[in-house]
């Protein structure tokens, strides 16, 4: 009888684990798990690239890009082309968030790093000072006339940041803005060796036409909070007539049909003469 109960009690013994490995084998919960902490200078990084307005950077560059590789660019001056107006919507996107860091602060907007304080005013000025540096000299390898008309462009959508953007004519930079962007296109070439010639009437115009829909179509989304911030431009203007739904839908057609002009244009009459 002892020496049954000595063998259960060393059975027993056997299947209990020490108190070492009682805590590896407790379950983890979510208190209890440790949040991965990336360095500040990463995290700063990744704001950076957050408040350039990432989207609208890879669709401008992009589209830009595209118009140059279809006008027969060589495949070096289409990655310029990418380049610089990566660098001008950087700088443009960074500048905005700038201006509108107090309206994003009253308004709670967790998705601008500004506004939630993981990006300080100075280190976003020290990014547009180190982007127009580096803007410098990229925009003048296309040729000084078509870095002329880049800058000028950019220069343009700046001011529109700062007078216009709230009231009638907050259409008025974006038009003018575009229609630059024939210019720096029929202007370029790598080094500058290409002297280029003016766009058609056509093309400019309808790169005109092209700001006001992508201005119409990118201030949809915050129409209910341009109007709490006394905002009332154009489109905000338009959707109190119409609806913002019925001004969706219009915005998207008219962009189509100019999109579509566009492509019509290039292939008969071309982008210059």
Known sequence: MAATTEAETHERSDDTPDDD?????????????????????VRRALALVVAAHPR??????????????????????????????????????????????QVDTAAGRTDKPLATGVLEPGTVWFAIATATLALVPVAVANGL????????????????????????????????????YPVFLSYGGLGGQHQGEPPVVEMVALAALLGVCVHV????????????????????????????????????????????????TAATVGLTR
């Open 56 to 101: 609208q950077l890879v669709v401008t560059a992009g589209a830009v890009a595209l118009a140059a590789f279809v006008g027969g660019r060589p495949m070096s001056e289409v990655g310029l082309v990418a380049l610089t107006v990566a660098l001008g919507q950087a700088i443009l996107g960074w500048h905005n968030d700038i201006v509108d860091r």
């Open 145 to 180: 006339v078509a870095a002329a008309a880049y800058v000028v462009g950019l220069g343009i959508a700046l001011v529109g940041n700062l007078v216009l953007r709230g009231g009638v004519l907050s259409w008025l930079p974006w038009a003018l803005s575009f229609a630059t």
């Open 21 to 41: 490995s009682t805590p590896a084998a407790a379950p983890e919960t979510g208190a209890g798990r440790r949040r991965l902490r990336l360095p500040g200078g």
């Open 217 to 264: 179509l990118r201030a949809l989304p915050g129409l209910v909070q341009d109007n709490r911030d006394g905002r009332r431009h154009l489109p905000l203007r338009v959707a109190v007539r119409t609806g913002a739904t019925r001004l969706l839908l219009l915005a998207s057609v008219a962009t189509a049909a100019v999109l579509a002009g566009i492509a019509i």
